[in-house]
């Protein structure tokens, strides 16, 4: 069974930064495609951040580019999402999500949120203003 485990979410002021990490266990890792998802208070969840199976590949959405930078470490089996030049805006739960496929294009992926089939709890964050 996959279980995907988030941390480093909490309260932050405008222009702080946080680092996010996703730990994974019950799948081949290094094979899957991992993604950042967020979802604000009464929106839709939305596409964050993507990185293909071996870390070479990563793609963003537009609101982030620039600011936040997704990383994995295969040997730990972890996935990080480091967050900088935060916004009031980026508040929301934030979920890790594992691809159903391995070895697949995280850009074409991406695009839909069926195409990851296990997800984290989620982990909190709040940037206040």
């Known amino acids: 069974q996959v279980q995907l485990a988030e941390s480093g979410g909490g309260l932050v002021q405008a222009g702080g930064s946080l680092r996010l990490s996703c730990a994974a266990s019950?799948?081949?890792?290094?094979?899957?495609?991992m993604a950042w998802f967020r979802q604000a208070l009464g929106k839709e969840r939305e596409f964050v951040a993507a990185?293909?199976?071996?870390?070479?590949?990563?793609y963003y959405a537009d609101s982030v580019k620039g600011r936040f930078t997704i990383s994995r470490d295969n040997a730990k089996i972890t996935v990080y999402l480091q967050m900088n030049s935060l916004k009031p805006e980026d508040t929301g739960v934030y979920y890790c999500a594992a691809d159903r496929l391995p070895y697949e294009m995280v850009y074409v992926r991406s695009k839909s949120l069926g195409n990851f089939g296990s997800w984290g709890q989620g982990t909190q964050v709040t940037v206040s203003s």
């Open positions: 019950g799948l081949s890792f290094s094979r899957y495609g």
């Open positions: 990185i293909n199976w071996n870390g070479g590949t990563t």
